[in-house]
C-alpha cells in the first residue's frame, strides 16, 4: 500500500516539475521585457505585448509638406481628409503608472516629447490640473516603459527654454543635448522635436536639423485638464489631421480616458503620426 502512495505521488511530482519547467521560460522572457536594452525590445515586444495600432494614411490620402533649404519641415497639421487626429504629450512632470496601462493595454497610438528637467524633476511641476502625485516617480524607467508600449520618445530640450530669445549655439546645447540624452536612456534618437512655447527661429530650425531631427512639430488644439479640449480654430471643433497636445499632468490617467472617448464620440480615429509624417514629408517613401 505504501509503495503504491509512492508511485502515485512520485507521477504527481514529474507532472508537477515538467509544468513548472513549461511555464519558466515564460517568467524569464517577462524578466528580460523589463531589463533588457534597446536592441532586444523591439522582438520581444512583438510577441509578448502588441504595440499601438494607429491608423496608417491610405495610399495618395496625404498631401505633401515642403520643406525649405534643406531645413526640417514645421508641422502643426497633418494635410488629409480623412476624420484622423495624432495625440501627442509634453515634459515629463506627472508620470502616471495608469497612463502607461492605458496605452498599452488599449493600443493607443500617442507620440511623447520628453523634457529632461521634467523627467528628472528638476524644478517647479505643473500642477495646472490638480494636486500632483507621481512627479518624477519613475523618471527615465518611467519613459522606457512608455518606450515598451510603443511610444516613440521625442526631443523637447534639456531645460525649456525659449528657443527664439537664444543664439545658435545655445539652441544647438538645448536640441542636442536632448537627443543625445534620450538616446542613452532608450536607446533610439529622437527624430522630431518640439520647441517650448511653440517659439522658434530659422536657428532653431538649423540648429534642430544638425541634430538629426526630421521635423519640427507644433499643435492645433492643446487638451486642458478634465479632458477639455482647446481648440486654435474659430468654429472650436476637430479637424481631420489635427495634432493634439496634452501636458503630464495630474490626473493624466482620468483626463485621458475622456479625451479619447470624446475623440472617439465624434467620429475620428487615432492617426499613427510617424507614418503619416513620412507620406507627407517623402510622398511615395
Known amino acids: 500500500m505504501y509503495g503504491g502512495r509512492a508511485r502515485r505521488g512520485a507521477a504527481i511530482a514529474a507532472v508537477l516539475l515538467m509544468a513548472g519547467c513549461a511555464a519558466e521560460p515564460a517568467r524569464q522572457d517577462g524578466g528580460a521585457a523589463r531589463e533588457s536594452g534597446a536592441a532586444r525590445e523591439p522582438a520581444t515586444a512583438d510577441t509578448r505585448t502588441p504595440g499601438p495600432q494607429g491608423v496608417a494614411p491610405r495610399p495618395g490620402e496625404v498631401g505633401r509638406i515642403r520643406a525649405s533649404g534643406g531645413l526640417p519641415p514645421v508641422v502643426s497639421s497633418i494635410p488629409t481628409r480623412r476624420k484622423v487626429v495624432f495625440l501627442t504629450i509634453d515634459d ?3 508620470q502616471d503608472p495608469g497612463f502607461v496601462r492605458q496605452i498599452r493595454e488599449e493600443r493607443i497610438p500617442m507620440t511623447a516629447f520628453a523634457m529632461r528637467d521634467a523627467v528628472e524633476a528638476e524644478g517647479t511641476p505643473d500642477q495646472s490640473g490638480g494636486e500632483a ?3 518624477g516617480a519613475g523618471k527615465w524607467g518611467y519613459f522606457r516603459q512608455l518606450r515598451d508600449a510603443g511610444v516613440p520618445i521625442e526631443n523637447h530640450t534639456l531645460t ?14 538645448e536640441i542636442c543635448g536632448a537627443s543625445a540624452l534620450i538616446r542613452k536612456q532608450t536607446g533610439a534618437r529622437p527624430t522630431l522635436f518640439r520647441p517650448p512655447f511653440g517659439a522658434y527661429n530659422s536657428g532653431t530650425l538649423r540648429a534642430a536639423g544638425s541634430c538629426g ?5 507644433l499643435w492645433t488644439a492643446t487638451v486642458q485638464p478634465g479632458g477639455k479640449i482647446a481648440y486654435q480654430v474659430p468654429d472650436k471643433r476637430l479637424r481631420p489631421g489635427d ?18 472617448k470624446k475623440i472617439k464620440r465624434r467620429g475620428y480615429e487615432l492617426g499613427d503620426l510617424r507614418a503619416y509624417l513620412d507620406a507627407a514629408v517623402r510622398p511615395g517613401a
Open 92 to 94: 515629463g512632470w506627472e
Open 133 to 135: 502625485r507621481f512627479v
Open 160 to 173: 525649456h527654454p525659449d528657443l527664439s530669445r537664444m543664439g545658435y549655439d545655445a539652441q544647438r546645447r
Open 213 to 217: 531631427i526630421d521635423a519640427v512639430l
Open 243 to 260: 495634432i493634439l497636445l496634452m501636458h503630464f499632468r495630474p490626473n493624466l490617467a482620468r483626463d485621458f480616458r475622456i479625451l479619447v
